[in-house]
């Protein structure tokens, strides 16, 4: 979810990365599918569904979060987004090539990976630039105001939240 506001924008995704194999499925609460791109100001990269791929052989079931925390995945479609958006005058076209052509790239070497997924959806991934405008102060008052209301503050006091 993306709203923009005057103080900035709310960017709110959950942390579930669920895993499923022949035997089992877990739910792990320790992914961030939101990250913020180094070295190129005003851009995040957010990504859902299939977007990692780890490699889990020999690790515990009960360990797998565990694991997921404190390792890289084989394959990160969010940070081959993230490392795309970084390279100077990469059009948003060169971009989503570069992303398709890596994720067809592992998947050509690592055909069982994304094997229960073909014909089906991997993975959602969105790169945000944002522009900085000034709105009007009666408009920066009313969208403080709504957001305030949104998320329960009580009247004449706002929260800005940012990500």
């Not at 979810?1 to 022949?22: E, F, H, K, P, Q």
């Not at 990976?113 to 790169?127: A, K, M, P, V, W």
């Not at 522009?131 to 957001?147: D, G, L, N, T, Y």
């Amino acid at each position: 979810m993306v709203v923009s506001t005057v103080a900035g924008l709310i960017i709110a995704a959950d942390s579930r990365l669920g895993l499923t194999n022949a035997n089992w499925t877990i739910a792990c609460d320790n992914t961030f599918k939101i990250a913020e791109v180094e070295g190129v100001d005003r851009t995040v990269v957010f990504t859902t569904g299939y977007s990692t791929v780890w490699a889990l052989a020999g690790v515990q079931t009960d360990k797998i979060c565990e694991h997921v925390a404190s390792n890289k995945p084989k394959f990160d479609a969010q940070a081959i987004l993230a490392n795309a958006a970084r390279r100077a005058g990469a059009s948003l076209t060169d971009i989503a090539q570069e992303v398709v052509h890596a994720t067809a790239a592992y998947i050509a070497s690592h055909p069982t990976d994304y094997e229960t997924r073909i014909g089906q959806f991997l993975f959602f991934s969105r790169l945000l630039r944002v522009s900085v405008r000034r709105p009007a102060r009666s408009a920066a008052a009313s969208a403080e105001a709504k957001i305030g209301e949104a998320f329960g503050a009580p009247a004449g006091r706002h929260h800005h939240c940012a990500v």
